[in-house]
């Protein structure tokens, strides 16, 4: 009788420990699968973009007094400087801005209306946002030239990427051309290339004077290509200005 008794509980605790084991198989399938989903929802990209913004001298500006002046003289009278501030205390010909972390896709619509009244870096929920200043530091009028690229891009992530350029105030979004070829996405400028995305110029720029922009950078969730396929891409955006043109 004692022996049977504990046979029987024997089998009571293998099939309670069997019970218990799948049990806890269960759960962890579960947390995975909704690890899963959290990711897929809130950590669209991991690290899906950084910024820099650069100046140089191009070496085709003139002097405007006969081409007579050597290079170094050239370069005093032909200069650009960068700031995150309006007072040039800490000029530089560089600047950058960090890549954001665990990022979604979002509606350009949620993006402040004041974005472009706050200085350096002053990114929000989900987009990159970076306000900096350029001087003529020289000491004759010039035309520069601004290059926006998009360079190191994985996934095709670049099919739903905006990004708007403020220039004294003056907003415009940029976006790849449709998938099928047929324009532009709604209140964008296609990009001139695949990896350019614009090219301006100001002339005129006297000596002292100072341009105010803004780069703000997101993924745009209503875009036909904002599709699971492209989590996990990432992209660098870079701007580059250069004198082209002395007085």
Partial sequence: ?????????????????SLWFRGMVISLIALVLLLSAAYLVSAFYDRYSSFTVSTAYSGSGSSGKGGSDSRGSSLLKLA????????????????????????????????????????GQHNGENYLAYTFYLKNAGMEAVTYEYVVNILNVTKNVDEAVRIRVYVDGTPTTYAKTKTDGTGPEKDTVEFLTESIVARNRRAYFMPGDITRFTVVIWIEGDDPECLDDIIGGKFKVTMDIAIVEGS
């Fill in 80 to 119: 650009l400087s960068l700031c995150e501030t309006p007072d040039f205390l800490t000029p530089t010909t560089r600047l950058y801005a960090d890549a954001i972390e665990n990022c979604t896709n979002i509606s350009g619509q949620s993006i402040p209306e004041n974005v472009d009244a706050i200085n």
């Fill in 1 to 17: 009788m004692r022996k049977d008794l504990s046979v029987a509980k024997t089998a009571y605790n293998v099939r309670r420990t």
